[in-house]
């Protein structure tokens, strides 16, 4: 079975960049839609970002739209998210997920990584 563990997360000032990635381990496959989706303390998660299995292009909540990028390297097993200028919004905890299909909804992903902590201050 296939296990995403997220990392890259950190503390940083608003402006500032941080590139998480999402390895996969285990029989993996890159025949899934790779996204990202955050929650923040008090909230629900929500999307962030979503690329296919072959790395067309991708779509993004429209919070994050020209902010971050989500990339895969199917050879490295590996999906990331480039975060840049962030905002004390973005505080939240990243998630990573693989699904069939290339949706934006939670409920379309049935493999979910740990999460990694993004904190931006002011």
């Known amino acids: 079975q296939v296990q995403l563990v997220e990392s890259g997360g950190g503390l940083v000032q608003a402006g500032a960049s941080l590139r998480l990635s999402c390895a996969a381990s285990?029989?993996?496959?890159?025949?899934?839609?790779m996204a990202w989706f955050r929650q923040a303390p008090g909230k629900e998660r929500e999307f962030v970002a979503v690329?296919?299995?072959?790395?067309?292009?991708?779509t993004y909540a429209n919070s994050v739209k020209g902010r971050f990028t989500i990339s895969r390297d199917n050879a490295k097993n590996t999906v990331y998210l480039q975060m840049n200028s962030l905002r004390p919004e973005d505080t939240a905890v990243y998630y990573c997920?693989?699904?069939?299909?290339?949706?934006?909804?939670?409920?379309?992903?049935?493999?979910w990584g740990q999460g990694t902590q993004v904190t931006v201050s002011s």
């Open positions: 690329i296919s299995w072959s790395g067309g292009t991708p």
């Open positions: 997920a693989g699904g069939g299909v290339e949706a934006t909804h939670m409920k379309y992903f049935g493999l």
């Open positions: 285990g029989r993996t496959s890159s025949n899934y839609a």
